[in-house]
């Protein structure tokens, strides 16, 4: 019987089919050890037991597809690494079909059974299995007495004109050195002839078991067959165990190919797209569930009960089932929609993003760079507009220059089009995909499934109908008033008005699920028939230094240390009064709260120093915890004095990190405090001067620059 859940993505997954495009979805999810304070869970890439992690992940995965093969290739290489990150990946056919029967990888295996002589005695059952095929092979001489290299053409031609002195055939292996700037490449491959390097490798402390290099192949029938004359070879030379490695495989529609990689603090999950949302729930839910065994997390909680994002990101790819079929170019407005509708609506840049947004992020929106170019990219848009036939590489290189960051980092965007059509990234760069990267680890595979309904269903509507017109200029108020999360959440609203109004409405369940904030810090306390509710909003951190000069190192350098808070006020209980005479001071000055909500709501957000970095902006400007705030009324004797804490209030140190959620939400809970105050022994009010206000926020900052400066 169908539960409530399956019916919703039923009809979404209906709704989809019945537009003019296919519309596959992919994440790029990152889990964390929570509990370790290791570098390679806080801050690096590399190092400790992130690896074993990751093929104990891959493992569990593999048990759960069988007939799928392990493959340990190369991840990506930054400045001032000396070899590729490694790369754990998960190949199978999407029809069930097993494309590997031979011995399993050593993950699966007792280290102590490697079989001594086995390098030798596979490379002997390969050739005879090339044999059998009738395919052409030679066997080279290597550096080592227990490597050999096979050279094979697998079309018929034989190898009688090859140079058996041909540098080639002594190649590093991909994992041993640098991937050069141009990407991996094999020349050999790619004139016909596939070197496979039979040898050992140490697969535990002081124990070595058989590998095979793979070479690259570009068609996957070809990789298929390749596999199945491996496991042929490795089951007749009876080994307990084989490390494949080498070339990436090549990917298709009939194939799934999912990868696991290191990245700063988290590993990351490469998931293959899948075509309908019932398939992407699935694998999310599958993927969730390892993890959880495994005991990594999608998110980390802080000392002081802070729950956050993993440390990588949660982003989503949409595409097709090839590169030719991507909604893209099979609507060539859609991307330039795409823009524009995203434009228009802050809540899908910033609502679900990580902490670190604005202009200096992962994520940069097109209109938050130089202002220049944003008069340009309207013309782009225009271009376009106007341009009857549209082909890949053409709108790729129009949108290009404005979907990067300031420093003209393409990987860093919003709206990421690096894997569009873009033919100087090799391999991977003409995929048709769009990554969305303003989007932190989902915390639940629910809230995952939400966010990629929703994001789904705004590219099906796009396709059909252009809800937007032009760019909107938003100005100082794309960073003031949408720093705020009331203003975000009536934005979606609006988005999912949209939704409804176009045949893709979101069920309420997922609706709600959209709105949940669990994961924001949010604090309230009932006084006089009002409530005063502290949440935790969006700030903008800028980087410290050069930005281009920052692309050269694994990380960048950003001063976190200015935080900001949305405080609203609203009626509540059986005595709830109306909300006009009520005053929320910050010291001496009252806030000038704003009304919404036909004056049902009061709000205004705060920003301050939370600490002092040991390299940031304004030196001189101290760390202003606790905030503290007064709510009272000129007609009421008493007031209530709320002091919200960074850390323990008493300053004492934690046990340990929260053991989960509910201690987290308990520490939260405790860093506000409050008190009863008398209304007359409060000093007189002051009005903040101007300058330390916006639109939507008081800077609590130059507030306490100016109150210095008066008193001296």
Not at 240 to 258: E, F, I, K, M, N
Not at 266 to 274: D, F, K, L
Request: some cysteine.
């Amino acid at each position: 019987m169908m539960s409530d859940l399956d019916k919703v993505i039923e009809k979404h997954d209906a709704a989809v089919a019945a537009g003019d495009a296919e519309i596959w979805i992919g994440a790029e999810p990152t889990f964390t050890l929570r509990t370790s304070e290791a570098p390679e869970w806080l801050s690096q890439a590399l190092g400790g037991e992130k690896e074993d992690y990751a093929l104990r992940m891959a493992r569990e995965l593999s048990l759960r597809h069988p007939g799928s093969v392990i493959l340990r290739s190369v991840g990506r290489q930054y400045g001032g690494e000396e070899r590729p990150r490694w790369s754990i990946g998960l190949f199978e056919r999407r029809d069930g079909a097993a494309v590997w029967s031979g011995p399993p990888d050593p993950v699966f295996a007792d280290p102590s059974t490697a079989q001594a002589g086995g390098a030798q005695l596979l490379g002997e059952t390969l050739a005879r299995a090339f044999s059998q095929r009738h395919w052409h092979y030679r066997v080279y001489p290597a550096g080592s007495d227990i490597e050999q290299r096979l050279l094979v053409r697998t079309d018929g031609k034989d190898l009688d004109g090859f140079d058996a002195d041909d540098p080639r055939l002594s190649r590093c292996s991909v994992h041993d050195e640098q991937t050069p700037d141009s990407g991996l490449s094999d020349s050999l491959a790619g004139e016909g002839f596939f070197l496979f390097v039979v040898g050992e490798i140490e697969c535990a402390p002081g124990i070595t078991t058989v590998r095979v290099d793979l070479p690259a192949c570009r068609e996957v029938d070809g990789f298929i067959e390749c596999l199945a004359v491996l496991s042929q070879a490795a089951s007749a030379a009876a080994l307990p165990c084989l490390l494949l490695r080498g070339y990436p495989p090549p990917v298709d529609a009939s194939v799934s190919w999912t990868t696991i990689t290191p990245d700063p603090a988290v590993i990351e999950i490469n998931q293959a797209p899948q075509p309908n949302l019932a398939r992407f729930r699935a694998a999310a839910s599958e993927l969730y569930a390892v993890a959880d065994e495994l005991g990594l997390a999608p998110y980390r909680l802080q000392y002081n009960g802070t729950m956050s994002d993993s440390g990588g990101g949660g982003q989503f790819t949409v595409g097709g089932r090839t590169p030719a079929s991507s909604p893209f170019f099979a609507a060539p407005y859609l991307l330039p929609r795409m823009v524009r509708y995203f434009n228009h609506h802050p809540a899908l840049s910033y609502l679900f993003a990580p902490d670190y947004v604005g202009s200096a992020s992962q994520s940069p929106r097109a209109d938050e760079g130089v202002r220049d170019a944003f008069r340009e990219l309207e013309v782009a848009l225009w271009q376009l507009e106007m341009r009857e036939a549209v082909t890949p590489e053409f709108l790729w290189a129009s949108l290009a220059p404005f979907l990067a960051d300031p420093s003209g980092n393409s990987h860093r965007s919003e709206l990421n089009i690096e894997k569009l059509w873009n033919a100087g990234l090799p391999l991977r760069g003409c995929l048709g995909l769009l990554e969305f990267r303003a989007f932190r680890m989902p915390h639940s595979p629910r809230r995952a499934l939400a966010v990629a309904l929703l994001l789904r269903s705004v590219v099906a509507m796009l396709v059909q109908h252009d809800r937007v017109q032009g760019l909107c200029d938003w100005g100082d108020e794309l960073h003031d008033r949408f720093a705020l999360p009331y203003y975000l959440r009536r934005d979606l609203g609006s988005v999912l008005a949209d939704l409804e109004h176009t045949g893709f409405g979101l069920d309420p369940s997922i609706a709600g699920e959209l709105f949940d904030d669990t994961y924001r810090s949010r604090w309230s306390v009932d006084f006089a028939g009002c409530r005063l509710e502290i949440e935790q909003a969006i700030e903008f951190w800028p980087l410290v230094g050069d930005v281009a000069s920052q692309e050269r190192g694994g990380s960048r350098l950003v001063d976190s240390s200015t935080l900001r808070l949305q405080i609203s006020l609203r009626r509540s209980g059986e005595e709830s009064v109306a909300l006009d005479g009520w005053q929320l001071r910050s010291g001496d000055y009252a806030l000038p709260l704003m009304a919404e909500e036909e004056g049902e709501l009061r709000l205004m957000g705060l920003r301050y120093r939370d600490f002092l970095p040991w390299r940031g902006l304004h030196p001189a400007i101290k760390p202003m915890g606790p905030v503290v705030l007064t709510l009272c009324h000129p007609g009421r004797e008493e007031a209530v004095e709320l002091s919200l804490h960074g850390w323990q209030p008493d300053g004492l140190p934690y046990n340990g990190l929260p053991g989960g959620l509910d201690e987290a939400v308990q520490r939260r809970t405790e860093r506000l405090r409050s008190r009863i105050v008398n209304y007359a022994d409060l000093p007189p009010v002051k009005s903040p001067p101007g300058d330390v206000l916006s639109g939507f926020n008081l800077d609590l900052r130059r507030l306490k620059a100016v109150s210095r400066g008066r008193n001296t």
